[in-house]
T-cell receptor
Framework: DQQVKQNSPSLSVQEGRISILNCDYTNSMFDYFLWYKKYPAEGPTFLISISSIKDKNEDGRFTVFLNKSAKHLSLHIVPSQPGDSAVYFCAAPPQTGANNLFFGTGTRLTVIP | DTAVSQTPKYLVTQMGNDKSIKCEQNLGHDTMYWYKQDSKKFLKIMFSYNNKELIINETVPNRFSPKSPDKAHLNLHINSLELGDSAVYFC???????????FGSGTQLSVL
């Protein structure tokens, strides 16, 4: 019963273009979302987060958009760089202050030089 | 100077054996976790400890037993290993009730 879903297992983008990674969730009680980035043979590392009181959060080349009515969020990377090639996980805690996260299955981004 | 370190990185063993994975964090965090990433790439919580106290214990066979000697360490012991235990196990930590987790680099367990 996946409450956080990433339906695209992979995405390829040319260097310099925009990468858009998508994530859907089923539980309308989720109020905080995170994106993690994972390189091979390493653990996931935190990238960016967004609270449900916002619909956009930006950090350098990374922007996360939240559409609560659609239960959808997306991560935009502009411009994409080869070093961005990794697996990106969307995640959400089951409730505020929870100690664990529900993760999506990840999207493998390949940025082509 | 790794923040969350876990050992070993790779573990290959026979069915029926007992093995342990160690985890240490030097971030001063109060909460530590074990996550399992299976062959379908699902990352799922197994256990969570807060100040050495077990607070989350998902539906995990009791062959898996976490042990937290102090709040900087959370080890995972697995008894009577089965083929289905093959996965990547990630240790993580966070400041108390902060959702931002810091992960170790993972332990790839292969049960033959």
């Amino acid at each position: 019963d996946q409450q956080v879903k990433q339906n695209s297992p992979s995405l390829s983008v040319q260097e310099g273009r925009i990468s858009i990674l998508n994530c859907d969730y089923t539980n309308s009680m989720f109020d905080y979302f995170l994106w993690y980035k994972k390189y091979p043979a390493e653990g996931p590392t935190f990238l960016i987060s967004i609270s449900s009181i916002k619909d956009k959060n930006e950090d350098g080349r990374f922007t996360v958009f939240l559409n609560k009515s659609a239960k959808h969020l997306s991560l935009h990377i502009v411009p994409s760089q080869p070093g961005d090639s990794a697996v990106y996980f969307c995640a959400a805690p089951p409730q505020t202050g929870a100690n664990n996260l529900f993760f999506g299955t990840g999207t493998r981004l390949t940025v082509i030089p | 100077d790794t923040a969350v370190s876990q050992t070993p990185k790779y573990l290959v063993t026979q069915m029926g054996n007992d093995k342990s994975i160690k985890c240490e964090q030097n971030l001063g965090h109060d909460t530590m976790y074990w996550y399992k990433q299976d062959s379908k790439k699902f990352l799922k919580i197994m256990f969570s400890y807060n100040n050495k106290e077990l607070i989350i214990n998902e539906t995990v066979p009791n062959r898996f037993s976490p042990k937290s000697p102090d709040k900087a360490h959370l080890n995972l012991h697995i008894n009577s290993l089965e083929l289905g235990d093959s996965a990547v196990y990630f240790c993580a930590s966070s400041a108390n009730r902060n959702e931002k987790l810091f992960f170790g680099s993972g332990t790839q367990l292969s049960v033959l």
